[in-house]
């Protein structure tokens, strides 16, 4: 497993997989499924410096894009702190490959240039399959959130899970 910015070129691919994964992502997220809506997606994540966006990638298949790490909302200063955001697709399920590419993403968030020294997940109560990541990852759960954000057309309660640079990562 191997991770890589977003790049606009990934477009084609990263659409196709979403459309492929249409049942496991929702009612969770909802990714970008048309062109024109990966454009926007991907500027984004390339363009804005309170964000960085990474597309997991399979080294035994040729680079596949399995699924994508995104850290959000970015302060530095007395914070260091980022919000994650990701998604597997659906032929990449099951396999283990979010747990190494989460892993990656965050060692690249508390390593340089980001010196980060929190990250934060914020998971509907209802996700298992995030849920059991976040653990997986070392991520310890804070706390609840009622009402969090607005996902499918209504306000989500969200479970808060925060990883620091001290922790033990696994």
Partial sequence: MGIRPFTYEDGAEFIDRVRESKALHHPWLAPPASPDAYASYAGRLIEDPAKAGFLLCEKDSGGDVAGFVNINNIVQGGFLC????????AHAAGRGLMSEGLG???????????????????????????????????????GFSPDFLYIDGAWRDHER?????EMPKR
């Fill in 104 to 142: 990656l993403v965050v060692r690249y968030a508390f390593g340089p240039p980001l010196r980060l020294h929190r990250l934060e997940i914020n998971v509907q109560p209802g996700n298992v399959a995030s849920i059991a990541l976040a653990r997986r990852c070392g991520f310890r759960l804070e």
């Fill in 82 to 89: 980022g919000a994650l955001g990701y998604g597997a697709f």
């Fill in 161 to 165: 899970w925060a990883i620091t640079s």
